[in-house]
């Protein structure tokens, strides 16, 4: 999910859209798909970072 914010970043900075934006827009829209960048990272953080019985895998705990 992190892909899509970084290629929006690349379009603008290659030119390929916004090429009639002003400087403000340009920083207007990297500053946002920055933030959605950040935001998704962070939450495939937490996601990464959970015990994985709280989904219901259930195969790491051994049975006495």
Known sequence: MGVIPLLGLSLIDLGIIG???SEEQKLKYHS???GIFLV???IAMIFGMLDPSIGGDHSHHKHM
């Open 19 to 21: 090429r009639r934006w």
């Open 32 to 34: 946002i798909f920055v």
């Open 40 to 42: 998704v990272a962070h």
